[in-house]
Structure formats: C-alpha cells, structure tokens
C-alpha cells in the first residue's frame, strides 16, 4: 500500500529519485507538495494543481479541526472529495501552531492547550486526540504530534521538546497502530527535531526511527535560524535517515533550499512561499525573482519567464501583471500563484530529470546563482 523505490542516484551528491507509491496513487521524487491549509491552496482550484504538476497537496490538522471540523469532512466523504482532489494528501498534525501559536496556548507533557484562532474558545491537543482527528480527515500520511523549539540554538529548551517530541511520538504510534497502521491506508511519518545541535539530531534520528515508520520527516528547520546553519543541519540529520523511506523536510521552502537538500538526500518539501509570494506580487524565474509593482515592468511586453510553459507567461505581460498588481485586482495573485507553482513543479521535474541524466550539478549551480 506505501512502498517507497529509489530510480537513480547521483554520482556526485547523495541526490536520488524515486518513486512513493500511496492509496491515491504515486508520487515522483522529489517532490514539493503545495500547502492547501484550509483545504484550499490560495486561489486555485484542484483541478489547476494537477495540470500545473502538483502530485501531493497538504493540508493542516489544526485548522480543518476548527473549521469546518472532522466530523463535517468525514460526513462529505473525507479530505479527498471534499476539496476535489484525487491525489495523496498530507495533514500536518498542528505541531507546527505548537510554534507559531506560542502566545495562545499552553503546552505541558500531555500535549497542548490552544486558544482558537476563530473565536478564543479552548482547544486540547494530544497526541491521541491528533491522530483521532487525522484519521477522520482521510489523508493518506499523517504527521506525528510534535514540539518544534522555537530557538533551534537554546540547547535547554530544544532539549526539552526533543524529548518531549519522542514521548508524543510513541503516543502517536500506539494510536496508528490501534487503527490498523499501514492497513488503514495512513502512512504515519516521524519527525526528527534537536535543533540546531548535531548530537541532539543524531540522538532523535535513533529515536524515531526506531518505530520502523513509512517515512520520516526533519522539523524545526527554516524557523529564523541563519542559513549556513538549515543547511548543516540538513546536512548532517539526512544521511542517517533510512534510505530506503522518503525523506521530507518540513516548511522549506525556495529554489537554493530544494537543490542544496536534494543534494543531501531529502525526497519531500512544503512550503507556503510560492503561493504567498504571488500574493504579494513576487515571481520566481529562470533568471531569479520579480517585484512585479516595480516601476520597470510598467511597459514591459515580455512574459515573466521565457521559458515557462504556464498559462500566465503564456498569455500574459508583464506590464499588464504590474498593472494587476497596482490596482489591487485580484487576477494579479491568482496569475503569479499559478505562475510561480508551475515554477516549483517544473523545476522538480528538472531535478529528477537532472540526476537520472548526471547533470544535477549543473542544473544546482545554475539554480544557486539565479538565487543570489
């Protein structure tokens, strides 16, 4: 039901593609899985994100819980026909608010105590709990309930969540597996934390691992920390990850994130920057980004991306996008939202299609630079 099968390895980095396979079908890695938070990738429909190369959509526990509710998406046949998308889904399991809610809620080691962002009322979260409502939203992975230190550098605290992380894990486990694990079409992923501190990586990766899960993910990276230190980290936790298990990590993230990552052997990405990035104007391309309410593009007849085969650069200037973006129309977001995830997904396609050819340096280093 989930097998994971490695294609092609690069000869120079520890890149590799392959293929997930899921109940609702299978997913080429590498691979960036659009955040559909509430259901709903911001301004697109289902059926846009398949044709622009979407092959696996996110969606978050937390807030499905609160609006609409479980129960209402298990009534409307699960997450899959709810949102009208028949690819695999992924739910992260509010572990993520754990973090970004510090102000609004409680945490102690039976789980978290949140104040609702719809209307201040109480919302307990335990790792049960978390798998209970994952299981009636029908994703086909689930993320274990988990506590992402928000100072990857505060050797105590990271400590302390990493430790706690493992108990909710083991939690998380017994839970799936009363449920039928594997058997009930859910892939439960774990999810290595410890910071930014390679001992405390190595010590969480013999700790979730092992569970003998699915697949595995690495938190708590991209969450302020410089970059030279998301990329060590990376570097340093991926290689001791099994092999032979898709590798995602988590909230990353841009361009140079995806090459420098794939090069050390991570499979899956999220991220929320292609779909805010069009909401405030901003283009990816070939040669790097675009503020598209900069004054230069005003009369600029040229798509945004020569070499793009979305249905925005296919029909649309970028003067006229300025124009979009000044006069507060919003076509403008939707148009640099499709844009810009058919520009994630195209360059996974180049990825995979890089290291099965032997050029993934190349096409990392021509990434790296457009970046700069």
């Known amino acids: 039901m989930f097998h994971y099968a490695i294609h092609a390895n690069c000869r120079a980095t520890r890149a590799r593609t392959g293929v997930f396979d899921t109940p609702h079908g299978a997913v080429q890695t590498p691979a ?5 938070t509430r259901a709903t990738v911001k301004g697109i429909q289902s059926e846009q994100l398949r044709a622009l190369g979407a092959q696996f959509v996110l969606g978050n526990t937390y807030h499905l819980h609160l609006r609409p509710g479980e129960d209402v998406i298990r009534e409307l046949g699960g997450l899959h026909k709810f949102m009208n ?63 992402c230190p928000p100072d990857p550098l505060d050797r105590p605290n990271v400590e302390r969540a990493t ?6 894990l083991d939690r998380c486990v017994r839970s799936w597996r009363e449920r039928g694990g594997v058997e009930s079409s859910q892939a439960l992923f774990g999810i290595v934390q410890g910071g930014g501190f390679e001992d405390l990586r190595s010590r969480a990766v013999d700790a979730v691992t092992q569970h003998d899960l699915p697949g595995y993910a690495i938190g708590g990276v991209s969450v302020g920390e410089d970059r030279d230190v998301v990329n060590s980290t990376v570097a340093a936790t991926t290689p001791l990850l099994p ?40 283009a990816f391309t070939s040669k790097g980004r675009l503020n598209l309410r900069n004054q230069k593009f005003a009369r600029d007849p040229l798509p945004l991306d020569e070499s793009c085969d979305c249905p925005t650069c296919a029909n649309y200037s970028r003067g006229y996008l300025r124009h979009l973006a ?47």
């Open 32 to 36: 960036f899985m659009p955040v559909g």
């Open 85 to 147: 998308w028949t690819g695999p889904i992924l739910t992260d399991s509010g572990g993520y608010q754990v973090f970004s809610l510090s102000k609004t809620r409680d945490i102690d080691d039976d789980g978290a105590t949140f104040r609702s962002v719809v209307d201040g009322s109480k919302v307990r979260f335990t790792p049960e709990r978390v798998m209970e409502i994952q299981h009636a939203l029908g994703a086909d992975v689930v993320m274990a309930f988990d506590e």
């Open 163 to 168: 430790a706690r992380t493992h108990a909710w």
């Open 243 to 282: 092999p032979d298990r898709p590798r995602y990590l988590m909230g990353v993230g841009t361009p140079a994130d995806f090459v420098n990552a794939i090069a050390e052997g991570i499979d899956l990405f999220d991220c929320v920057t292609p779909t805010r990035h069009g909401r405030t104007h901003q």
């Open 326 to 372: 000044t006069t507060g129309e919003m076509l403008g977001p939707i148009l640099l939202t499709v844009h810009n995830l058919r520009y994630f997904h195209r360059l996974m396609e180049d990825i995979r299609d890089a290291i099965e050819n032997g050029s993934f340096g190349e096409l990392r280093d021509s990434v790296l630079a457009a970046s700069r």
